[in-house]
């Protein structure tokens, strides 16, 4: 996945019309962010740099904007906001579940459970068998709910 950023960066950089308005661009500076860990990685296997992955899942949201040029017909305007909705509380708990693991990761020990405690919380019903442990992460669910 890391060599598909890479390969997306230098190809949108020799089509670009110009390199410095691209590079200041926040979808590039988030795609150059999000090859720092797999770089430090690589030169120093012993960093952890967790939460520089979650900008990985921000890069989801790019497909929005190609999705805005896509063209359709008056029959399928229903089905397109449904479509766009669908995939938008889709990487919303997705970005959020990487956040919690991130934060917090004595309280959620994988991603499925991260992913659990996110749909729990927000459909409000709350069981209480996945808790943050931390303030920052009790702060979080406030914010995020």
């Known amino acids: 996945i890391s060599l598909g950023v890479l390969l997306d960066l230098i190809v949108q950089a020799g089509i670009a019309p110009s390199l410095i308005y691209w590079i200041v661009q926040p979808t590039t500076l988030i795609d150059i962010i ?3 860990p797999i770089i430090v990685t690589l030169i ?3 960093v952890n740099l967790g939460i520089l992955r979650i900008l990985r899942m921000i890069r989801l949201l790019r497909i929005l904007r190609a999705y805005r040029v896509v063209t359709v017909t008056k029959s399928q305007t229903v089905f397109r906001e449904v479509a766009l909705l669908t995939y938008t509380v889709v990487v919303f708990i997705l970005l959020a579940a ?3 693991i991130t934060i917090d990761c004595e309280a959620f020990q994988d991603f499925h459970t991260a992913i659990y405690f996110v749909v729990v919380t927000l459909t409000t019903v709350g069981y209480g068998d996945v808790v943050p442990k931390n303030t920052f992460g009790r702060m979080s ?3 995020l709910v």
């Open 34 to 36: 999000c090859l720092a």
């Open 44 to 46: 120093d296997g012993d």
């Open 98 to 100: 990487g956040f919690f």
């Open 141 to 143: 669910v406030c914010i």
